[in-house]
């Protein structure tokens, strides 16, 4: 077992660096290594089993880790788009990768092994749609929750399935309604429990371990809570032991423990998850694929252009903008863990379809992945160029012109409507000064515009839209979101009023330096500001006047701003 792994990891951190150095996604090295470590090379057998079940585990930490930033109140503001989205779409590609595979499979291709085969390829691989949203910093944006949505949604579609199966090829007695109703029970009462017991019990048991036992016991904790409810979901409740984990991982993100489970208690979840991808390579076939070149080729094709050009249309005629399509349906361009689990049952266990059918499944899956995080780069060049041309853009009120400020009132605009964005805002008009929102989250912009507020949604480092909020007479620009690209966005804003100043946030220190560099006027973060407010109170404690201490906290932003050397007294 050691070896396997030694063998398997340092391929991985071998290849996953040549990757980088060649500005490809580290996931192509991850997967060649495990290609490479299923050859008979290495004078002691690898075995491929031993590392599908290290990733299993390595695939619920990454999970539960997701589920520690996503909420609930992410997951239903999503839920006009992910919900009716992923439904419209599974049945489009489940129809098309039946005819895919009946029209290329060769030989003992029919249409119910079709309909399996359409259903193993319609499901995107969460663990690859996390890793490239996080690769783009997109994870935690409402593009990254709409697409871990529609994925929550896939998962319960593959739940269903999995359920289904042994009750209609498997010769057993009970009737499909009765399945799926206790398949349906079964999974409330999952929900029930871990959301609403769970949350109780979790966080009173971290409580106690952390305030008599010692960090180690924390990690432990933490660990057996996030294994410990994902085979829990598996095993009583027939639900996939990720979704659990997910789930998990949502209970423990709204305690105040969060943080500290995501630093300090999972520092192995990224070292189990590349096993994922080695296992994947490991599974494949590659002269199962030459033998079946026609059903591979149709396979690629279908996966990395109609998946993601029909969820773009899908999502525009659900009234939301194009920038949102071309990031959910690219995302969505692969096939991942959940298709190798029904492939399986399908070909194997059940006999619905060839079993070059699913070698062909663990290639285009390789392939896919591969593609997916090489092209994922391109996606914001693409989106600026739709938008530029009008392509994709919303033409309801999100995107009326507002209108133009009055000589007496200056203007500024506020990119990000978080709590920084609104407490910002609302100092603002407090002084009389207007102020015009641009918003990615469409639930914001629908009640901005009920309250009255001159609000748009989009991206602000498009022209149009900057145009559209009157970028030309604005006297400044505040990127209130630490997440978003601030030096995108003050390019664009100053190729159309090189006058505007930009205002913008930032976590660290080092950033803050590097976006002054470019000229932000003023760079705000949250290191800094949590340095100057201690050494403020400090000094306040020790007896200094306010004069003193407005002084020491002005001295020390020039400082950091390089307006004075860092050493000088």
Not at 2 to 30: D, E, F, K, N
Not at 344 to 355: C, D, E, N, R, V
Request: charged content about 15%; proline content about 4%; glycine content about 10%.
């Amino acid at each position: 077992m050691i070896i396997t792994l030694v063998i398997g990891l340092t391929l991985a951190l071998a290849l996953g660096m040549l990757a980088q150095q060649l500005r490809l996604s580290p996931l192509v090295g991850y997967l060649v290594a495990g290609m490479l470590a299923a050859q008979p090379w290495w004078g002691h057998p690898v075995d491929s089993h031993i590392v599908e079940e290290f990733s299993h585990i390595g695939v619920a930490l990454l999970l539960f880790g997701v589920g520690l930033h996503f909420h609930f109140k992410d997951l239903l503001a999503v839920r006009r788009v992910a919900l009716p989205g992923s439904c419209i779409c599974m049945v489009l590609w489940t129809g098309l990768g039946a005819v895919v595979y009946y029209l290329l499979g060769g030989a003992g291709a029919d249409w119910l092994g079709g309909v399996m085969f359409g259903m193993c390829v319609c499901v995107s691989s969460t663990v690859v749609l996390t890793r490239v949203l996080s690769e783009n910093r997109l994870l935690q944006t409402p593009s990254g929750h709409t697409a871990l949505g529609w994925l929550v949604v896939e998962d319960i579609f593959t739940i269903v399935m999995l359920v289904l199966l042994p009750v209609l090829f498997g010769g057993g007695t009970q009737s499909v309604w009765t399945a799926l109703g206790w398949m349906s029970l079964k999974l409330v009462a999952m929900v029930f429990c871990v959301a609403y017991l769970g949350r109780k019990v979790i966080a009173r048991v971290l409580t106690y371990v952390s305030r008599h036992s010692s960090d180690e016991l924390f990690t432990l904790a933490v660990l057996v809570f996030a294994l410990g409810i994902a085979v829990l979901s598996a095993q009583v409740f027939n639900a996939s032991m990720e979704f659990g984990a997910f789930l998990s991982g949502m209970v423990v993100g709204q305690s105040k423990f969060a943080s500290r489970a995501a630093t300090d208690a999972l520092p192995m979840r990224h070292a189990f998850a590349v096993l994922f991808f080695v296992s994947v390579g490991m599974g494949f076939n590659i002269s199962g694929i030459v033998e079946s070149w026609p059903l591979a080729l149709g396979t690629v094709l279908f996966t990395l252009l109609f998946k993601p050009i029909s969820a773009y249309f899908v999502i525009r005629m659900l009234g939301r903008p194009g920038s949102l399509g071309v990031i959910v349906g690219t995302s969505l361009s692969q096939i991942g863990e959940f298709s190798f689990i029904l492939a399986a049952l399908a070909a194997g266990t059940y006999k619905l379809m060839t079993p070059a059918a699913a070698n062909v499944i663990t290639g285009v899956a390789i392939i896919t992945i591969t593609l997916n995080a090489a092209l994922y780069r391109f996606v914001p060049g693409l989106i600026r160029r739709m938008e530029a041309r009008g392509i994709g853009v919303v033409t309801s009120a999100q995107s009326d012109v507002v209108a133009p400020p009055t000589s007496e009132v200056q203007r500024v605009i506020v990119v990000g409507y978080g709590p920084c964005g609104e407490i910002t805002s609302d100092i603002l008009r407090r002084n009389n000064i207007e102020v015009v929102v641009i918003e990615m989250n469409v639930d914001t912009v629908t009640r901005l515009q009920k309250e009255g507020v001159p609000v748009i949604h989009g991206d602000a480092r498009l022209r149009s839209l900057l145009q559209a909020a009157g970028v030309e007479e604005s006297e400044a620009i505040v990127v209130s979101v630490t997440s978003a690209p601030a030096d995108e966005i003050a390019e664009a804003a100053r190729a159309l009023n090189p006058n505007i100043g930009v205002i913008a946030a930032t976590h660290f220190i080092r950033n803050a330096q590097q976006m002054r560099s470019k000229g932000a006027r003023a760079v705000f973060s949250g290191e800094e500001e949590l340095a100057l407010s201690m050494g403020g109170y400090l000094l306040h404690s020790f007896g200094a006047p306010d004069e003193q201490v407005v002084r020491e906290r002005n001295h020390m932003r020039r400082k950091l701003a390089g307006e004075l050397p860092y050493l000088q007294e």
